[in-house]
């Protein structure tokens, strides 16, 4: 679960996420550069094209430099 009481300086630009497919077992992290938690979900899945039954947990809120420092373009998603 996200720590909500952190919010990095100049607002929410992004986050680090973690995506579980239920058949299979290993966890696969994602960034992606969108500041609204459930837009930032609905990128993630459009990315990697998964069904409903995938569990995508925000672990992160990223910056405005930690977006920067990734080269992430607004709406993108990239792995971790």
Same mark, same amino acid.
């Given at each position: 679960? $996200?720590? =909500?009481?952190? *919010? +990095?300086?100049?607002?929410?630009?992004?986050?680090?996420?973690?995506?579980?497919?239920?058949?299979?077992? +290993? $966890? =696969?992290?994602?960034? *992606?550069?969108? +500041?609204?938690? !459930?837009?930032?979900?609905? %990128?993630?899945?459009? !990315?990697? =094209? *998964? /069904?409903?039954? %995938?569990?995508?947990?925000?672990?992160?809120?990223?910056? #405005?430099?930690?977006?920067?420092?990734? /080269?992430? /373009?607004?709406?993108?998603? #990239? +792995?971790?």
């Amino acid at each position: 679960m $996200t720590d =909500k009481a952190y *919010v +990095p300086f100049g607002g929410v630009q992004g986050w680090l996420a973690d995506l579980t497919i239920q058949a299979q077992q +290993p $966890t =696969k992290s994602y960034y *992606v550069a969108e +500041p609204e938690m !459930h837009r930032a979900m609905a %990128a993630i899945r459009a !990315h990697t =094209k *998964v /069904k409903e039954d %995938a569990i995508v947990a925000l672990r992160r809120a990223l910056s #405005k430099g930690e977006i920067a420092g990734l /080269k992430l /373009k607004p709406g993108e998603v #990239k +792995p971790a």
